[in-house]
């Protein structure tokens, strides 16, 4: 179980053979094969990384925006 490695991708950990180092603009990350193929071979599957990836961020933004608001509602208007 301990031969495992974080995939930046997915976010998550997979076994040391499904992964490989993949250079980004901020370093080498680790990345397990299945993404890499999805983002070389299918629009489709490409797409639906990304999809869930710009959902994860979706839901990170407005998390951080309800924490934002609820101290001005409580101040209300002047
Ligand atoms: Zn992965």
Do not use: K
């Not at 983002?39 to 999809?51: H, I, K, M, T, V």
């Not at 994860?56 to 934002?68: D, F, P, V, W, Y």
């Amino acid at each position: 179980m301990s031969d495992t490695l974080f995939c930046y991708c997915c976010r998550t950990h997979h076994p040391r053979e499904q992964m490989r180092r993949f250079a980004t603009r901020r370093g080498e990350r680790w990345r397990c094969l299945r993404s890499i193929e999805a983002a070389r071979g299918q629009p489709g599957e490409r797409d639906a990384f990304g999809r869930r990836q710009s959902e994860i961020n979706r839901l990170a933004a407005s998390q951080t925006a309800e924490r934002m608001v609820i101290p001005h509602f409580r101040h209300g208007p002047p």
